[in-house]
Structure formats: structure tokens, C-alpha cells
């Protein structure tokens, strides 16, 4: 009987993908206060550029394509400002709800995408801003959609050691509060998914880095606007490859780098070099596009030789999108006028700075008992990708890794919205800020890993 070794070969799909890119950098002085703990309330300059990046992926049947869209942003406050930006969006370019994605990176260190406050400091110049962010959404797409011509997308999996788990036990204080931090007792999920886009020619078009780890480098103490580690990540990519770097957030509720919370931007650099250099290391133990290693036989020598060599592998070219609502209980919180009459009566900065989030959130989900989180899934080629509005631990991802072995699984936070963690059921019994912040009551997480599975079984189906 022969054992001959299987081959080794990458996910992949063959069709028609675009790829287009824009600047969304906002303009000096615009509010930008997202910690808690600022002493700021406006950016005074820029570190890096932010960028906005669309990819289309399609058949070469004419069927519609699928968009993706990769935004240099932090998050929306609140979720029904999405709603409306999508609504618009999709009527504008004639898009269904499922085959489009506006993911953000998470930058703490951006304008917030919020409705204009005129009681803050730069919130006149974020009404205009957020219209750019628009209409260069837009013009991104169809750009895209206008240069897409044949190419292969295939992904590998390496590993970086940038994240590492953020939830301590106060050493300070009672063993059931955790703070917000390195804790070096615990081991973080390192997996990294690098995708490649290469052109029939072989030629190198854009790369894919799929990675959990919250983008909080910088923190209160930084006035610039910057992507954050992304930047230097994007930059590393670029100037090895020379082609277009996007970056997927992947599941960081409760990931982010061991240092933080600085306002030296130079700290960003280095860890978005970090994960670069990890990702370049990643895409150069990938097979030729389009091509698998395979077992060819014994060369006698002076040890008995095992030959593999490379040869031309089938590509898929299917596509599916899928668009689920989880339906998740909410936590018995006060209204969203009370929330708003305890902001006013608050003259702790950084605690009104927590109601206004949480008045925020409040609105948009409504004064209901329970509200619905979307889940988004595609099958492309034979890779999956996975995601919803929230900020799931990366568990989640580390199980859904586990359930579908021979998938691909591209695990990602923050698509199409923002509105508060996805903690696991456990936490609920402890002093802990995704516990504390997120809307939705014990057993989220779990829901959603169970939207998810069932999304992806019906990918396969």
C-alpha cells in the first residue's frame, strides 16, 4: 500500500479582484478625544496618513461581486450612524447588505466617526470629514470595481508575537477585578493569516494580514492622528512587496500589545514593523500562486532522497455571502435619557466621557430587552471569512479554527458597525471592563460562536 505524504497547498480562489486606494486623513484640530483620560480634546498633527482601501472579488461569470472595504477608523458612535452610512452606500452603487464589507482597523487614534457635538472642541470640522470618508468610499469602490481583471487569492498561516492578553487581576486590589493590561501569566492566540493577490503574470498585486490585536499603542497622552501600528505594518508590506497592504482586524476583544498606552508614536512603529516583518516572513514560505508542493518519488543517494516538487493546482472560483441576524439579550441598563441626565450631572471627565458612550450605545440599540447582531460570512474559493459588529474575544476565533480544520478561516471584529464586546460567558462574574461596557448580557459570545458555526455550515451545505 502506498503512504506517499499529501501535498501541500494554500486556500485559494481565481476570479476577478480590484483593488483601489484613498487618503481619509482628517484635518488638524478636529475632535478627537478617545480615551477616557485625555487632558485633549483635538488632534494638533499627524503621525501617518489614515487610508481607506476597497477590494472587489467576483467570478468571471458577471455574477456581483463581493466588496470589502478596509477604513483606517476607530468606531461609530453610535451604530445607527452606520446604518445610515450603509443604507446610502448601498443604494448609491446598487450593492446587497451581504456581499459588502466596511471593516475598521481600530485605531484609537483617529477622529471618532460620531454626529457633530457642538458642545466639543473641533466637532464643527467632523460632519465634513465623515462626508469625505463617504464619498471616498464611493469613489474607492468604483475604482475597484473599474480595474478588476483576473488574479489569485490564496492565504497562509505564520505567527507573530505582537498581542498578548490584556485582562490582569488588579495585583493592587481584589482578586475579582481585572484592569485593562499585559497580563504575562496568560498566552495570547499568535495566529496570523497572510492573504496574496497575484496577477495571471505572477506578479504580486496586494497582500492580506489578518490579525488580533487591539490598536492601542497610543493612547491619552497622543494629540496625532495615526493608524497606529497599522501605518508601519502597511509601510513594511509596501516598500517589500510593492504592492497594496490591507489589514483585517481579526477577534482582539481581549488582545493588544504588551506595551501601550503611550503617546510616543515612534512605539507604534516599531510594533507595526513587528507584525510587517512577521507577515513578509509569512508570504515567502508560501508555494508559487496557483501551484502546489507535491510527493514525486525516492532519489537513491546516500540516503534514500524524498523528492516533492511543485505543479499547476486547481483553483476555485466560487463565491458566497451570507448575512445572519443573532438575536442577543441586553443588559437591564438605564435608558437613554437617564444615561444623558447622569452625563450632565457628571463633573468627572473621564466618567462622562463613559456615559456618553453608553447614552450612545443605548439609542441605538432602543429600550428592548434584546437587540439583533448581524453576522457576515463568505466563502471565498475555498476560504472562509467570518464576522459581526462586535468585539469578540479571540477565542471565538481560536474555536472556529478548530471546528473547520480543513477551512481557512479568516476571523474578523468590528465589520459593518461597532457596538460593544463580546466577553465569554465567565467574565460576567468578575469586575472587568468588556463586562462592564458591553450592552449585551452573559452568553453573547456563545450565541454568536453559534450564529457563526451555523453560518459557515451553510457556506459548505
Known amino acids: 500500500?502506498?503512504?506517499?505524504?499529501?501535498?501541500?497547498?494554500?486556500?485559494?480562489?481565481?476570479?476577478?479582484?480590484?483593488?483601489?486606494?484613498?487618503?481619509?486623513t482628517p484635518p488638524i484640530g478636529?475632535?478627537?478625544?478617545?480615551?477616557?483620560?485625555?487632558?485633549?480634546?483635538?488632534?494638533?498633527?499627524?503621525?501617518?496618513p489614515l487610508t481607506l482601501t476597497a477590494m472587489s472579488i467576483a467570478t468571471t461569470t458577471g455574477d456581483a461581486p463581493?466588496?470589502?472595504?478596509?477604513?483606517?477608523?476607530?468606531?461609530?458612535?453610535?451604530?445607527?450612524?452606520f446604518n445610515r452610512f450603509q443604507k446610502r452606500l448601498l443604494e448609491e452603487l446598487s450593492l446587497d447588505s451581504a456581499r459588502f464589507i466596511f471593516a475598521l482597523s481600530h485605531t484609537h487614534a483617529s477622529a471618532p466617526l460620531m454626529k457633530p457635538d457642538p458642545s466639543l472642541a473641533g466637532s464643527e470640522l467632523v460632519g465634513p470629514w465623515m462626508e469625505r470618508v463617504y464619498q471616498a468610499t464611493v469613489s474607492t469602490i468604483q475604482a475597484a470595481l473599474a480595474n478588476a481583471d483576473?488574479?489569485?487569492?490564496?492565504?497562509?498561516t505564520g505567527r507573530c508575537g505582537l498581542a498578548a492578553i490584556r485582562d490582569l487581576?488588579?495585583?493592587?486590589?481584589?482578586?475579582?477585578?481585572?484592569?485593562?493590561?499585559?497580563?504575562?501569566?496568560?498566552?495570547?492566540?499568535?495566529?496570523l493569516l497572510v492573504g496574496r493577490v497575484t496577477d495571471q503574470s505572477g506578479k504580486l498585486r496586494a497582500t492580506l494580514v489578518n490579525y488580533a490585536c487591539h490598536p492601542t499603542t497610543l493612547a491619552g497622552d497622543n494629540t496625532s492622528i495615526s493608524p497606529d501600528y497599522i501605518g508601519a505594518m502597511r509601510e513594511t508590506m509596501q516598500e517589500a512587496t510593492g504592492a497594496t497592504a490591507f489589514f483585517l482586524q481579526g477577534m482582539s476583544g481581549d488582545v493588544a500589545p504588551r506595551h501601550q498606552y503611550v503617546g510616543d508614536v515612534e512605539v507604534a512603529d516599531r510594533h507595526g514593523r513587528q507584525l510587517g516583518f512577521a507577515a513578509l516572513a509569512t508570504l515567502h514560505?508560501?508555494?508559487?500562486?496557483?501551484?502546489?508542493?507535491?510527493?514525486?518519488?525516492?532519489?537513491?543517494?546516500?540516503?534514500?532522497?524524498?523528492?516533492?516538487?511543485?505543479q499547476p493546482t486547481k483553483t476555485s472560483s466560487e463565491?458566497?455571502?451570507?448575512?445572519?441576524?443573532?438575536?442577543?439579550?441586553?443588559?437591564?441598563?438605564?435608558?437613554a435619557s437617564e444615561l444623558e441626565q447622569q452625563r450632565l450631572e457628571c463633573d468627572d471627565r473621564a466618567l462622562e466621557e463613559r456615559l456618553?458612550?453608553?447614552?450612545?450605545?443605548?439609542?441605538?440599540?432602543?429600550?428592548?430587552?434584546?437587540?439583533?447582531?448581524?453576522?457576515?460570512?463568505?466563502?471565498?474559493?475555498?476560504?472562509?471569512?467570518?464576522g459581526c459588529p462586535g468585539e469578540a474575544y479571540s477565542q471565538l476565533q481560536q474555536e472556529l479554527r478548530t471546528r473547520f480544520p480543513e477551512r481557512t478561516i479568516i476571523c474578523m471584529n468590528l465589520i459593518n458597525g461597532s457596538v460593544g464586546y463580546l466577553p465569554p460567558a465567565d467574565l460576567y462574574d468578575l469586575d472587568v471592563y468588556p463586562v462592564w461596557q458591553t450592552p449585551f448580557d452573559r452568553g453573547c459570545l456563545e450565541r454568536i460562536s453559534d450564529a457563526m458555526t451555523a453560518a459557515i455550515e451553510n457556506l459548505q451545505a
Not at 9 to 18: A, E, Q, Y
Not at 178 to 187: K, L, R, T, V, W
Not at 286 to 307: I, T
Not at 357 to 382: H, K, M
Open 1 to 24: 500500500m502506498n503512504h506517499h505524504p499529501p501535498v501541500r497547498r494554500h486556500c485559494s480562489f481565481t476570479g476577478r479582484i480590484g483593488i483601489a486606494r484613498e487618503d481619509i
Open 30 to 48: 478636529i475632535y478627537s478625544r478617545n480615551w477616557g483620560a485625555a487632558k485633549h480634546d483635538t488632534a494638533d498633527s499627524i503621525h501617518r
Open 66 to 81: 463581493l466588496v470589502l472595504v478596509d477604513a483606517d477608523l476607530g468606531w461609530w458612535r453610535p451604530l445607527d450612524l
Open 150 to 156: 483576473e488574479a489569485t487569492l490564496d492565504w497562509h
Open 169 to 191: 487581576p488588579d495585583p493592587e486590589e481584589s482578586a475579582d477585578r481585572m484592569i485593562c493590561g499585559f497580563n504575562p501569566g496568560a498566552e495570547a492566540d499568535d495566529t
Open 285 to 310: 514560505d508560501m508555494e508559487p500562486a496557483g501551484s502546489q508542493l507535491f510527493f514525486d518519488g525516492v532519489v537513491e543517494s546516500g540516503a534514500p532522497l524524498a523528492s516533492w516538487r511543485h
Open 319 to 335: 463565491l458566497r455571502a451570507i448575512e445572519v441576524p443573532a438575536d442577543l439579550e441586553l443588559k437591564n441598563w438605564p435608558s
Open 356 to 386: 456618553r458612550r453608553q447614552r450612545d450605545i443605548r439609542q441605538s440599540l432602543g429600550d428592548g430587552s434584546s437587540s439583533p447582531l448581524f453576522v457576515y460570512a463568505w466563502q471565498i474559493g475555498d476560504a472562509v471569512l467570518v
